[in-house]
């Protein structure tokens, strides 16, 4: 058995951490077997080193090899792809044509973003690691292969298991071994080796003197987040070599290539929840509008109960002065009038109405406890449809018909926004 440095000279594998390194030992122990093997690790870290590791060690490596980028693959052609398919099976199906797993019988093949496999193929590669058996498209015939599969992916897989996005049995049967490739923020010394490695290939291959960092720009090398990490890290490196004059690159050069550079290596703030007043489709506006009509009528039910118990309407005013103005007034509306307007309507807010009571049109209504009643029954009430107008056209006035800025406050598309408008014939 190899050991893990001679391993790291053969593929080229640059970094002396130690969970880098449990990885390839993890590579270096499995390679013998026919185990099912996934690895893991974020986009960029090199998850296609570690197949490559373990079909050179395995009793498979004088038979084929295959790299297929399941994302890569449109989903309505990715079983063929994959398995094969007969004459005329399909449209443009002009011959008969033989799958990866046909063709890599005998040796391994590597499924690149495993995760963006559509559910009906994954049934599909479900039964190839259960029994070796596969059917091409179109056709009935039940064939075998031995084939070693190693697969790879970048996304949280029991996330995609809890969405139902990936089969959880499937999951079970491909990481029989999981091999995780640390990110490249987490090899704090791996980074100034790494990018040493990349200028001196660049150099020699566009032909001019290695790019050397200065001290502090090493350290602010060090400190950033590598989102992209390796891939990032060597593209970073060909940019410096191809397009800086001077050879010896300052910390202001540097931060000029790295974006959003600030020096430091604090976890990024991720928005994982959405506010209230979000909308993601037109079902929620619908919702919220159900919401806030069940608020409203909540707040009348208070406020009558409070003039039924007190039997003194200037002493509810005074103490629910807020729940009124919130009831039969919004400060929206009130930009809209001029200043005596606005006095008048403040006005209008602060004092009930007084309907007269049928029958005695000169009597005054303070006779009867119970008149305040009758003016919740006379509340206009909006059906959801004329409430989701309302609020498109208050929107669409608030952002003086900028239809972008109106569709980002209702939660909504701009494509969806226009639809309604036209729509309404608003």
């Not at 602010?220 to 010896?248: C, D, F, T």
């Amino acid at each position: 058995m190899e050991s893990v440095q001679a391993i790291k000279q053969r593929f080229e594998i640059i970094g002396n951490d130690v969970k880098l390194n449990r990885a390839i030992e993890k590579a270096i122990q499995v390679a013998p077997t026919d185990i099912s093997v996934l690895v893991t690790g974020e986009s960029g870290v090199g998850k296609e080193a570690i197949p490559k590791i373990i079909h050179a060690l395995s009793h498979r490596k004088h038979a084929k090899y295959i790299a297929v980028n399941c994302g890569a693959i449109p989903e309505g052609t990715i079983d063929s792809e994959l398995f094969g398919h007969e004459k005329g099976a399909f449209t443009g199906a002009t011959a008969t044509r033989s799958g990866y797993f046909e063709v890599t019988d005998g040796g391994t093949i590597f499924l690149d973003e495993v995760g963006e496999l559509p559910l009906t193929t994954q049934v599909r590669l479900l039964r190839v690691l259960e029994n070796g058996e596969f059917l091409k498209v179109g056709s009935s015939q039940v064939q075998k292969t031995n084939v070693r599969i190693v697969a790879a992916t970048n996304i949280n897989m029991f996330e995609a298991i809890k969405k139902e996005r990936f089969r959880e049995d499937l999951y079970y049967r491909l990481s029989t071994v999981e091999i995780n490739i640390p990110p490249l923020r987490d090899r704090k010394e791996d980074i100034h080796l790494l990018f040493r490695k990349f200028a001196s290939d660049f150099g020699q291959k566009y032909k001019m003197p290695t790019i050397r960092l200065e001290d502090d720009a090493v350290q602010s090398l060090l400190k950033y987040r590598w989102p992209g990490n390796i891939r990032q890290l060597r593209n970073i490196a060909e940019q410096i070599s191809v397009l800086e004059e001077q050879r010896s690159i300052s910390l202001s050069t540097l931060n000029g290539y790295l974006p959003n550079s600030s020096g430091s290596n604090l976890p990024a703030v991720i928005k994982q929840e959405r506010k209230e007043s979000e909308f993601s489709n037109e079902r929620e506006i619908l919702y919220k509008v159900l919401f806030d009509m069940k608020g409203d009528l909540n707040d009348l039910k208070k406020l009558t109960l409070e003039l039924l118990k007190n039997n003194d309407t200037e002493k509810v005013q005074e103490e629910n002065e807020n729940l009124i103005r919130k009831i039969y007034g919004k400060e929206e509306d009130e930009e809209e009038f001029t200043d005596q307007e606005e006095q008048n309507n403040e006005a209008a807010v602060l004092s009930l109405p007084e309907p007269k009571i049928e029958g005695t049109p000169n009597k005054s209504v303070q006779d009867d406890k119970y008149h305040f009643a009758e003016e919740i029954e006379e509340e206009e009430t909006l059906s959801l449809h004329e409430k989701e107008i309302e609020l498109i056209k208050k929107s669409l006035e608030r952002n003086k018909g900028k239809r972008k800025a109106a569709a980002a406050e209702l939660g909504i598309s701009e494509r969806t926004l226009y639809r309604k408008i036209k729509q309404y014939n608003l």
